[in-house]
T-cell receptor, first 112, second 115 residues
Framework: GNSVTQMEGPVTLSEEAFLTINCTYT??????LFWYVQYPGEGLQLLLK?????DKGSNKGFEATYRKETTSFHLEKGSVQVSDSAVYFC???????????FGTGTSLTVIP | DAGITQSPRYKITETGRQVTLMCHQT?????MFWYRQDLGHGLRLIYY???????DKGEVPDGYVVSRSKTENFPLTLESATRSQTSVYFC??????????????FGPGTRLTVL
């Protein structure tokens, strides 16, 4: 079956620190991979996505590379800001599917 | 306003009552989804719909009913609310870009408390 596993949180970092949030997946076919962000009191918003192996998604300084050999899609940012404090969700959908599968989310707090 | 809206944003009800959560999108997206978000579980899919009059169960459909008579609306009904259905509910929509659904767009959520 399909599933997404994210690193457990919460994660607390100082401003300008390097961020990595690990995400690995299990899929029976060829999925597209997504990172969504949820700010307090809001719905999820797409942060970035990648639709095939070796693709790199990027947005707002965040990056993630679709690694088929390790079934991973780790989220990285070189220098986090206080405004990046949010919950981050990794997700996938099979290219022949119609359901999205989400990880449990990783809460990030950035302190000044 | 364009986008995806949910109503009500907050709801308190009692065990055994029927509750309907509304979802409306203005993009004419083919797909619509209902999720619940609970601590430790992330988002779990309740029901989804590929088009008007087509719905299908997700991971946790028990106790919920959906309908989709119009493309833009996808109400979720709790027929007899239970305390275990206390949660935050998110509606989402997605376009069918010649294949599986692409990026999902989420509503702001409805926080439901069942006493």
């Amino acid at each position: 079956g399909n599933s997404v596993t994210q690193m457990e949180g919460p994660v607390t970092l100082s401003e300008e620190a390097f961020l990595t949030i690990n995400c690995t997946y299990t899929a029976t076919g060829y999925p597209s991979l997504f990172w969504y962000v949820q700010y307090p009191g809001e719905g999820l918003q797409l942060l970035l996505k990648a639709t095939k192996a070796d693709d790199k998604g990027s947005n707002k300084g965040f990056e993630a590379t679709y690694r088929k050999e390790t079934t991973s899609f780790h989220l990285e940012k070189g220098s986090v800001q206080v405004s990046d404090s949010a919950v981050y969700f990794c997700a996938l959908i099979e290219n022949t599917g119609n359901q999205f599968y989400f990880g449990t989310g990783t809460s990030l707090t950035v302190i000044p | 306003d364009a986008g995806i809206t949910q109503s009500p944003r907050y709801k308190i009800t009692e065990t055994g009552r029927q509750v309907t959560l509304m979802c409306h999108q203005t993009w004419s997206h083919s797909y619509m989804f209902w999720y619940r978000q609970d601590l430790g579980h992330g988002l779990r899919l309740i029901y989804y719909s590929a088009a008007a009059d087509i719905t299908d169960k997700g991971e946790v459909p028990d106790g919920y009913v959906v309908s989709r008579s119009k493309t833009e609306n996808f109400p979720l009904t709790l027929e007899s609310a239970t305390r275990s259905q206390t949660s935050v509910y998110f509606c989402a929509s997605s376009e069918l870009a010649g294949g599986p659904p692409d990026t999902q767009y989420f509503g702001p959520g409805t926080r439901l408390t069942v006493l």
